[in-house]
């Protein structure tokens, strides 16, 4: 008769045993790395910084282009809460 042990010597033979055997542990390290990420996207109030990569980066105001102010196109200027980087981008169309 099979003993729990020889049982489980024999189970250390499956290639899968080794994974199911894992699976806790990385379980707790993705439930860790989905907390993560929730917390870094928790305070998203606008696009992703091109700096700092953090979602809060947004429009704090606008102006008209330089030389083509009679067209109508604009200049718009970012700021990201995080890091402060500023840049200005045309305002789409
Ligand atoms: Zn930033």
Do not use: Y
């Not at 010597?9 to 899968?16: I, K, M, S, T």
């Not at 994974?19 to 917390?39: Q, T």
């Not at 809060?56 to 718009?76: A, I, Q, Y």
Request: with cysteine.
């Amino acid at each position: 008769m099979l003993s729990i042990q020889d049982l489980l010597a024999l189970l250390d033979h499956w290639p899968l045993w080794k994974r199911i055997k894992e699976s806790p542990d990385r379980l707790d390290a993705l439930e860790k790395l989905i907390a993560d990420l929730e917390a870094k996207l928790a305070p998203a109030t606008g696009e992703v910084c091109p700096k700092c990569r953090t979602p809060t980066f947004h429009v704090v105001s606008n102006r008209p282009m330089p030389n083509l102010e009679w067209s109508g196109k604009s200049l718009d200027t970012w700021r990201c809460d995080t890091c402060g980087h500023t840049m200005e981008k045309r305002h789409p169309d």
